[in-house]
């Protein structure tokens, strides 16, 4: 497993009104965490929230290309993101543990926290597809470039972590700076990592290291 201290590129917030960051995702223009009152979407230009969704949002966000989706406690909202509406709802598989959540191929990826688990579901009806055990608890999700990267947090120690989809194997992992937790976890499909930051109301920008191709590690 390679290890390394993460690089930490930029920061934004603390966010209001309740000074906590949530579920984080992005649609290719905006940065989308759950937070507070609701979804909001931050310009990662100015930093500064454009918009504000009444959608309950206790863990993990995803998009789809065209839709939202938001853990609420025992639940997964789909959501349209222009008038928040929630068009469906489905049973979340850990029934209010769960955290991190991501949308690949054409499926939810759902972190269960203290179970250390990180499930494949069918975004339709909730039907688990298959669950990968990780050593440390689960927090934020995401998938890059075809690699499954989760967040941990246990205490003040935090970690982005490259995991082999298939058997859970740990990769990689970037230690993130003592006392800033991953609350939340989302590429933007190229160089970054968008951590939510939990109560410090923050969201953290990674660098995400470049790796060689046709190599496992």
Known sequence: MKKAAAEVIREYGPFEPDGKVHGVTYDGQRIWF?????????????GTITRSLPVAGH???????????????????KVDPGTGQILATIPAPGKGGDSGLAWAEGTLWVGQYRERKIHQIDPADGTILRT?????FVTGVTWVD?????GTWEADQSELRRIDPQSGQVLEALEMPNGSGVSGLESDGADQFFCGGGGSGKIRVVRRPKRKANTSQ
């Not at 507070?36 to 310009?43: F, S, T």
């Not at 990968?132 to 440390?136: G, L, V």
């Open 146 to 150: 075809g690699d499954l990267w989760h």
């Open 59 to 77: 863990a993990g966000t995803a998009f789809d290309g065209k839709h939202l989706f938001q853990l609420a406690e025992d639940r997964i909202h």
């Open 34 to 46: 759950a937070g507070g009152p609701g979804i909001n979407a931050v310009d990662p230009s100015s």
């Open 132 to 136: 990968i055990d990780s050593n440390r």
